[in-house]
């Protein structure tokens, strides 16, 4: 395993130290800064930052697809590759799979057809992209994503880190998991058959 590189680490502890703060007490406004910088020079080793991040906050030297930016850009159209391998976002109500609701089937990753969802994942959220309340076992991972003044978690495909789109928990749309998978439907392709039970 290859660790992520030392910018990438710096950047995703400075926001997961913000938000920390942040949650911790709101109210301590500028003295954050000051405890931030103190942080990050007294950064503990590499080793012990892969552990606090783990698995779930993996970065992109560790998926099993490893494509360089040109042959990503070869294979997938402008559009997808804009999204997955740009963090893009496609258009509310867009895609065709917003409203898609099958009986049986699968849903994989467009970069590299890794069976990510199943039909009866999928639910009508109403948001314009196509939601799914869970994913097939460890197939999708789970990234911070700072920006847009707030703190989104976005989901990745775990075999070749292609952008999926955000994860949002707690609001209570009555699935059996309180979660909703946010998906580009560019970033996904339906299949009929069930490639993974
Ligand atoms: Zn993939």
């Known amino acids: 395993m290859r660790f992520p590189s030392i910018p990438t680490l710096i950047r995703t502890f400075h926001a997961f130290t913000n938000t920390t703060f ?39 030297t560790n998926y099993p697809i490893q494509k360089t930016e040109g042959e990503w850009q070869a294979q997938l159209s402008p559009e997808q590759f804009r999204i997955l391998r740009k963090k893009g976002t496609e258009a509310p109500g867009s895609s065709k799979l917003d409203k898609h609701y099958p009986d049986a089937g699968v849903y994989t990753c467009a970069g590299c057809n890794a069976p990510l969802y199943k039909a009866n994942h999928k639910f009508d959220s109403g948001c314009g992209w196509p939601a799914f309340w869970d994913a097939f076992p460890d197939a999708v991972g789970q990234r911070a994503d700072p920006g847009l003044g707030m703190m989104r978690t976005e989901i990745v495909c775990n075999n070749c880190g292609g952008h999926l789109g955000h994860i949002f928990k707690g609001e209570r749309f009555g699935n059996p998991k309180d979660e909703r998978h946010c998906v580009n439907g560019v970033s996904i392709n339906f299949s009929p058959e069930d490639k993974k039970e």
């Open 22 to 60: 942040r949650a911790a007490n709101p109210a301590r406004g500028i003295y954050s800064l000051p405890q931030r910088a103190t942080l990050v020079r007294s950064m503990p080793n590499i080793p012990f930052l892969g552990a606090l991040f783990g698995t779930k906050m993996a970065d992109n």
